[in-house]
């Protein structure tokens, strides 16, 4: 990529769309301008021109929610920027995940997608940032043979639901076991992406 394949609009701005690099969910919008995109480009961290304010401003500089960059690219026209990151927080100056955090439509497909992500993401951070107390740490602590009994014994409660034929148990269990897979794959370094690319390739 080269900066001088960029169009930037006649106030010298080219939309900057921000995706999270794991979960793909897109997390804001901004802008940036030919100065911004060099420092995000030399830094490895998001910088953008605030409209507002008219100047440039580093993304998590204040709030320390960094934006580590994983890949910069743009559209076919060449005036839109599409920027995968490594988010160090919450996107949103509300302390909501993503701006876009407020739904018109949504399909119940995606709900279900966006749930697990989410919750990929706070066990994944909690991973990485433990807290006292946290059963989601001692499972981690435990070790992969905890979190495979417990992997185990959640299946088992699910079979156990379905013969009870009960439908508020089944469902209860079930989110126990999802609950415990996701902290599986985050232990493995498995992003639910790749169940997501697994599963497209059988609907083929």
Known sequence: MSINDIKFDSNGLVTTVIQDFSTKEVLM????????????????QTWFFSRSRNELWHKGETSGNFQTVKAIRYDCDGDALLIEVDPQGP?????????????????????????????????????????????????????IDKILKKVGEETS????????????????????????????????????????????????
């Open 91 to 143: 996107a949103c100056h509300t302390g909501e995940r993503s701006c876009f955090y407020r739904d018109i439509v949504q399909s119940e497909s995606m709900q279900i997608s966006s749930v697990i992500s989410q919750l990929y993401v706070t066990i994944k951070e909690r991973k990485a940032n433990p807290k006292e107390g946290s059963y989601t740490n001692y499972l981690f602590d435990k070790g």
């Open 29 to 44: 919008v901004a802008y940036m301008n030919e100065e911004s995109l060099e420092k995000t480009i030399e830094t490895d």
């Open 157 to 204: 409660e699910v079979i156990i639901a379905a013969k009870n034929n009960s439908k508020d148990e089944l469902i209860y269990e079930t989110a126990d076991l999802v609950y415990h897979m996701t902290v599986l794959l985050v232990n493995q370094g498995i992003n639910p992406n790749e169940i997501s690319n697994e599963l497209k390739k059988r609907v083929r």
